[in-house]
């Protein structure tokens, strides 16, 4: 069973930057497509980014298009959300996912417990 532990994340000033983390248990990281998704107060959780299994499909909602980075590292079990120019309405409950398919497409199989960032007006 793949187990996903988030980091990084935190209170940091309107165009700040800040990168999550999320590591994976087990053997099979390697692979699975990853996706960060996100869920601020009182709205749905919304897909943000996502990465194929092996780093060279990326995808990403509009809100974030030019200013988030999803890469992975595969020898480190690791998926990273590198966040730049951020802004109030970013401020939210990140969650790392992991699909149990080569794309990030459909619902993902395993989730995080969620890492909160918060932007500062």
């Known amino acids: 069973q793949v187990q996903l532990v988030e980091s990084g994340g935190g209170l940091v000033q309107t165009g700040g930057s800040l990168t999550l983390s999320c590591a994976a248990s087990?053997?099979?990281?390697?692979?699975?497509?990853m996706g960060w998704f996100r869920q601020a107060p009182g709205k749905e959780r919304e897909f943000v980014s996502g990465i194929s299994n092996s780093g060279g499909t990326t995808a990403h909602t509009d809100s974030v298009k030019g200013r988030f980075t999803i890469y992975r590292d595969n020898a480190k079990n690791t998926v990273y959300l590198r966040m730049t120019s951020l802004k109030p309405e970013d401020t939210a409950v990140y969650y790392c996912a992991a699909y149990f398919i080569a794309r990030p497409v459909g619902t993902p199989g395993v989730w995080g417990q969620g890492t909160q960032v918060t932007v500062s007006s």
């Open positions: 087990g053997r099979t990281f390697s692979r699975y497509a």
